[in-house]
């Protein structure tokens, strides 16, 4: 078994019944997404491949807000594979600087492999998957799906994104229709536009059922 073949292995292990917007197939397509771009983008492959599949191998939000655990896995589990070390810090930086609630303190300068993984994983947050990923997790949560008189909160800190008990509604303010210009490569880009105005159409829609506007 290859190095890819078991870290396919070990991730579907560890994300075994976990919330279904952040389970193996979450992983799956951004992996795929991520040789999608990387075709397109150039890269390091297996930097790529790695770091896709390993991602959210163990996501601060299902682990009491704890940012080490991943790093500390991934670690673990690539040193047992004989992995260069220098690739695996380059898989651990991505695994770090990658997510939407960090952005504010991720390097200015990024690696091509990281803008790529961050990209698909962005990708996969919007579109008609993102709006069922957003409310299967709202629901995850016991959130509002919408509520009339509470507004979206931009500009959010991290901590203040972190903690935040919004409506599943709101989320597409505070994050969804943000990720659309946050994306880094060309071809992410173009992608992003049939998702993003698919999620357009559908808050019109919503907003014209929920006020009976048929």
Same mark, same amino acid.
């Not at 150039?42 to 299902?62: M, R, S, T, V």
């Not at 504010?104 to 962005?122: F, G, M, N, S, T």
């Not at 959130?143 to 709101?170: A, W």
């Not at 357009?200 to 506007?213: A, C, I, P, R, T």
């Given at each position: 078994?290859?190095?890819?073949?078991?870290?396919?292995?070990?991730?579907?292990?560890?994300?075994?019944?976990?919330?279904?917007?952040?389970?193996?197939?979450?992983?799956?397509?951004?992996?795929?997404?991520?040789?999608?771009?990387?075709?397109?983008?150039?890269?390091?492959?297996?930097?790529?491949?790695?770091?896709?599949?390993?991602?959210?191998?163990?996501?601060?939000?299902?682990?009491?807000?704890?940012?080490?655990?991943?790093?500390? &896995?991934?670690? $673990?589990?690539?040193?047992? =594979?004989?992995? #260069?070390?220098?690739?695996?810090?380059?898989? @651990?930086? !991505?695994?770090?600087?990658?997510?939407?609630?960090?952005?504010?303190?991720?390097?200015?300068? &990024?690696?091509? $492999?990281?803008?790529?993984? =961050?990209?698909? #994983?962005?990708?996969?947050?919007?579109?008609? @998957?993102? !709006?069922?990923?957003?409310?299967?997790?709202?629901?995850?949560?016991?959130?509002?799906?919408?509520?009339?008189?509470?507004?979206?909160?931009?500009?959010?800190?991290?901590?203040?994104?972190?903690?935040?008990?919004?409506?599943?509604?709101?989320?597409?303010?505070?994050?969804?229709?943000?990720?659309?210009?946050?994306?880094?490569?060309?071809?992410?880009?173009?992608?992003?536009?049939?998702?993003?105005?698919?999620?357009?159409?559908?808050?019109?829609?919503?907003?014209?059922?929920?006020?009976?506007?048929?």
């Amino acid at each position: 078994m290859n190095l890819i073949d078991k870290t396919i292995e070990l991730v579907k292990e560890k994300l075994e019944g976990t919330e279904s917007g952040h389970d193996w197939f979450h992983i799956e397509r951004v992996w795929k997404l991520s040789l999608k771009l990387q075709e397109k983008e150039g890269g390091d492959n297996q930097i790529i491949e790695l770091a896709a599949l390993l991602h959210d191998i163990a996501d601060p939000k299902f682990h009491n807000g704890d940012e080490t655990i991943a790093s500390k &896995l991934v670690h $673990e589990f690539l040193s047992s =594979q004989n992995v #260069d070390a220098a690739i695996i810090q380059k898989v @651990i930086f !991505i695994i770090e600087n990658m997510s939407f609630k960090n952005r504010h303190d991720a390097p200015e300068d &990024l690696p091509l $492999e990281l803008k790529i993984v =961050q990209d698909a #994983d962005r990708l996969d947050a919007i579109g008609a @998957i993102g !709006i069922a990923r957003t409310f299967n997790f709202g629901g995850y949560k016991n959130n509002l799906m919408y509520h009339p008189d509470i507004k979206p909160k931009l500009n959010q800190s991290k901590e203040e994104y972190k903690k935040s008990q919004g409506t599943t509604i709101n989320h597409f303010y505070e994050k969804l229709l943000l990720l659309k210009e946050l994306l880094n490569t060309k071809t992410a880009k173009e992608i992003a536009e049939h998702r993003h105005q698919f999620m357009l159409q559908f808050l019109d829609e919503f907003y014209k059922e929920w006020n009976v506007n048929l």
